[in-house]
Nanobody, 119 residues
Framework: QVQLVESGGGLVQAGGSLRLSCAAS????????VGWYRQAPGKERELVAR???????NYADSVKGRFTMSRDNAKNMVYLQMNSLKPEDTAVYFC?????????????WGQGTQVTVSP
């Protein structure tokens, strides 16, 4: 069974930093279909950052220059470093990825981790 588990969320003051982690089990992260999303109360889920097939990373305009997405293939982990946090970054953050297992890719979502930024 493929599974993604996020961690690292919490409460932080504006201007602070958090690092989110996404651990994969049951499969290996694909090279490009890996992304972080967030959903604030009353709003739709939105893309925060994702790897591209060209080996780059795309970021939402609202987080460019503040967030950095990275990966550790040896640990089968993906990270989201969030700096200069703003109250409008408050949301549940989700990891989404294709995981490779037994010759096929399976798409999975994590359960989400809450990030709350106080003014």
């Amino acid at each position: 069974q493929v599974q993604l588990v996020e961690s690292g969320g919490g409460l932080v003051q504006a201007g602070g930093s958090l690092r989110l982690s996404c651990a994969a089990s049951g499969g290996v992260f694909s090279s490009d279909v890996v992304g972080w999303y967030r959903q604030a109360p009353g709003k739709e889920r939105e893309l925060v950052a994702r790897f591209t097939s060209g080996g780059n990373t795309n970021y939402a305009d609202s987080v460019k220059g503040r967030f950095t997405m990275s990966r550790d293939n040896a640990k089968n982990m993906v990270y989201l470093q969030m700096n200069s946090l703003k109250p409008e970054d408050t949301a549940v953050y989700f990891c989404n990825a294709n995981l490779y297992i037994r010759g096929a890719y399976w798409n999975a979502w994590g359960q989400g981790t809450q990030v709350t930024v106080s003014p």
